[in-house]
T-cell receptor
Framework: QKEVEQDPGPLSVPEGAIVSLNCTYS??????FMWYRQYSRKGPELLMY????GNKEDGRFTAQVDKSSKYISLFIRDSQPSDSATYLC?????????????FGQGTELSVKP | SAVISQKPSRDICQRGTSLTIQCQVD?????MFWYRQQPGQSLTLIAT?????????ESGFVIDKFPISRPNLTFSTLTVSNMSPEDSSIYLC???????????FGPGTRLLVL
């Protein structure tokens, strides 16, 4: 079993839709949770970063972490064609773990105008 | 945040040869990492580049195949040695802090081995 599982999609939605992207994980030591966005032929860029459980909102994006279920989500409201990209969840353990990130497989999202 | 650049951006190489990829960060970072991303796959950590000492390799990756240097806090190189077609991939450099801050990625080097 992989430490981090993510549905690779592809996911296709119409413009304006609410998008829900999810990851599950098995390692209860994970405390830091990130979402990266990767456009075609580019490196991943950090989108959202959350510590422990709870919600974090940034504009149209909301990240949720449920540590009891080992489940994290990224919601995109009013999705735009410019949101079309691959979204990767990533997570790591405590502060002194050397910053090693474990990534999900990535979900390819396409927002149609 | 940190801005990371990589050279070359892409290359086509013959099997049996070696390629060195350079990674430059615009500010000093505590940690630097090298990842591989194969088509349709997630990022796999190759190694942590340690300043002034030998890199720390992940399971399945060895120094003879992927020698890494990190002479200072802003620069690192990854060499892919004795290449085979199975080494065709995107190689990504990443930098960040040792604390809870996230990592930032370079644009990647797209390698095709014939």
């Amino acid at each position: 079993q992989k430490e981090v599982e993510q549905d690779p999609g592809p996911l296709s939605v119409p413009e304006g839709a609410i998008v829900s992207l999810n990851c599950t994980y098995s390692n209860s030591a994970f405390q830091y949770f990130m979402w990266y966005r990767q456009y075609s032929r580019k490196g991943p860029e950090l989108l959202m970063y959350t510590y422990s459980s709870g919600n974090k909102e940034d504009g149209r994006f909301t990240a949720q972490v449920d540590k009891s279920s080992k489940y994290i989500s990224l919601f995109i409201r009013d999705s735009q064609p410019s949101d079309s990209a691959t979204y990767l969840c990533a997570m790591k353990s405590g502060r002194n773990q050397g910053g090693k990130l474990i990534f999900g497989q990535g979900t390819e999202l396409s927002v149609k105008p | 945040s940190a801005v990371i650049s990589q050279k070359p951006s892409r290359d086509i190489c013959q099997r049996g040869t070696s390629l060195t990829i350079q990674c430059q960060v615009d500010s000093q970072v505590t940690m630097m990492f090298w990842y591989r991303q194969q088509p349709g796959q997630s990022l796999t950590l190759i190694a942590t580049a340690n300043q002034g000492s030998e890199a720390t390799y992940e399971s399945g990756f060895v120094i003879d195949k992927f020698p890494i240097s990190r002479p200072n806090l802003t620069f690192s190189t990854l060499t892919v040695s004795n290449m085979s077609p199975e080494d065709s991939s995107i190689y990504l450099c990443s930098g960040g802090g040792a604390g809870p801050t996230a990592q930032y990625f370079g644009p990647g080097t797209r390698l095709l081995v014939l």
